[in-house]
């Protein structure tokens, strides 16, 4: 069968499908491929299945393109990048990335708020600059984290994972909110359930946002939310951009309404608010959360592996729907 890769991605999951049997093609572009160059690859051959990236829109049109591919298996645990309702609608299998990077994303939202309270990138900077000309008493002092509060916004497999660390770790008390309460990981963590997002707001020293991007959680976190934070807190996203309002964030950070911010993922990415690079008090990275050669080499397999077995008249085990 054939099978289109929109990106190159680690080869482990290419020789899966190759090992199949199946004729595999891999963009050649070193980059997105825009929605045009989306299209027109899709059409070249008559592609059976698609692996694409979360970069990638998948809708109407991508369907149309490719109309014998009846599986797009998605590189990501996020799948807000394809038309969920029309694949439905046209029977086509949609298949994610779960569970693989739970940890990978977990360790990272953790080195994001352990880099903004600790005051590391912009310490970093400071030093490289040839600003440090010596020891003193008062220079860059952040935050300490043991006995503060993690608010953590979806307690889902990443949120808990984070939990798990910054709890046993760090030592810090645990609250959140999820649309769904979950009693055993409150006694598991002593994790305390709050009413609402703006009550987690308003009681967390650091915030930490684990939702995925939905149109009822889309700028979740917009300016008057924002203002309900302590001056004292922070905010974490490793999740999605348009979960946060972005300009309303740097206005926020400008007028140090609250303490700082940590973003792996940006409203508009690869662009990012104006004026949020020149905010000292953010740490930004460019959405690498999920990214280390193991857990890349394995979403690859695993995107590989849906594929596989949807062509092998099985159920993918990570079928959305
Ligand atoms: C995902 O899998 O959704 C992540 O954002 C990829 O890094």
């Given at each position: 069968?054939?099978?289109?890769?929109?990106?190159?991605?680690?080869?482990?999951?290419?020789?899966?499908?190759?090992?199949?049997?199946?004729?595999?093609?891999?963009s050649?572009?070193?980059?997105?491929?825009t929605?045009?160059?989306?299209?027109?690859?899709?059409?070249?051959?008559?592609?059976d299945?698609?692996?694409?990236?979360?970069?990638?829109?998948?809708?109407?049109?991508?369907?149309?393109?490719?109309?014998?591919?009846?599986?797009?298996?998605?590189?990501?645990?996020?799948?807000?990048?394809?038309?969920?309702?029309?694949?439905?609608?046209?029977?086509?299998?949609?298949?994610?990335?779960?569970?693989?990077?739970?940890?990978?994303?977990?360790?990272?939202?953790?080195?994001?708020?352990?880099?903004?309270?600790?005051?590391?990138?912009?310490?970093?900077?400071?030093?490289?600059?040839?600003?440090?000309?010596?020891?003193?008493?008062?220079?860059?002092?952040?935050?300490?984290?043991?006995?503060?509060?993690?608010?953590?916004?979806?307690?889902?497999?990443?949120?808990?994972?984070?939990?798990?660390?910054?709890?046993?770790?760090?030592?810090?008390?645990?609250?959140?909110?999820?649309?769904?309460?979950?009693?055993?990981?409150?006694?598991?963590?002593?994790?305390?359930?709050?009413?609402?997002?703006?009550?987690?707001?308003?009681?967390?020293?650091?915030v930490?946002?684990?939702?995925?991007?939905?149109?009822?959680?889309?700028?979740?976190?917009n300016?008057?939310?924002?203002?309900?934070?302590?001056?004292?807190?922070?905010?974490?996203?490793?999740?999605?951009?348009?979960?946060?309002?972005?300009?309303?964030?740097?206005?926020v950070?400008?007028?140090?309404k609250?303490?700082?911010?940590a973003?792996?993922?940006?409203?508009?990415?690869?662009?990012?608010?104006?004026?949020?690079?020149?905010?000292?008090?953010?740490?930004?990275?460019?959405?690498?959360?999920?990214?280390?050669?193991?857990?890349?080499?394995?979403?690859?397999?695993?995107?590989a592996?849906?594929?596989?077995?949807?062509?092998?008249?099985?159920?993918?085990?990570?079928?959305?729907?």
């Amino acid at each position: 069968m054939k099978v289109y890769v929109t990106r190159k991605i680690p080869e482990s999951g290419i020789k899966l499908l190759k090992d199949r049997g199946h004729e595999v093609q891999v963009s050649e572009k070193d980059g997105v491929l825009t929605e045009e160059e989306l299209l027109s690859a899709l059409s070249e051959k008559p592609y059976d299945a698609v692996l694409s990236l979360l970069t990638d829109k998948i809708d109407t049109k991508a369907f149309d393109a490719a109309p014998n591919a009846k599986i797009f298996a998605n590189y990501a645990v996020g799948y807000n990048n394809i038309d969920i309702e029309e694949a439905n609608k046209r029977g086509i299998t949609v298949t994610n990335t779960p569970g693989i990077l739970t940890n990978t994303v977990a360790e990272h939202t953790i080195a994001l708020m352990l880099s903004i309270t600790s005051r590391i990138a912009e310490g970093d900077r400071f030093t490289r600059a040839g600003k440090y000309d010596g020891w003193a008493p008062l220079l860059l002092l952040g935050t300490d984290l043991k006995d503060k509060t993690l608010g953590i916004l979806g307690a889902g497999r990443i949120g808990q994972r984070v939990a798990h660390i910054a709890s046993r770790g760090l030592g810090m008390k645990l609250c959140y909110y999820d649309v769904k309460q979950n009693r055993e990981f409150e006694s598991e963590y002593g994790a305390k359930f709050e009413v609402s997002v703006d009550s987690v707001l308003k009681v967390a020293d650091v915030v930490t946002v684990h939702v995925p991007l939905l149109d009822s959680t889309k700028h979740l976190i917009n300016k008057e939310r924002l203002e309900m934070m302590k001056e004292s807190a922070y905010l974490i996203n490793s999740s999605r951009g348009p979960v946060i309002d972005e300009s309303a964030l740097v206005e926020v950070l400008r007028e140090n309404k609250i303490k700082g911010a940590a973003l792996d993922v940006f409203e508009d990415e690869p662009k990012l608010a104006e004026g949020l690079p020149e905010c000292e008090n953010v740490v930004i990275t460019p959405h690498i959360a999920s990214a280390t050669e193991e857990t890349r080499g394995k979403m690859s397999e695993m995107a590989a592996q849906n594929i596989i077995d949807f062509l092998e008249g099985k159920t993918p085990e990570n079928k959305v729907v």
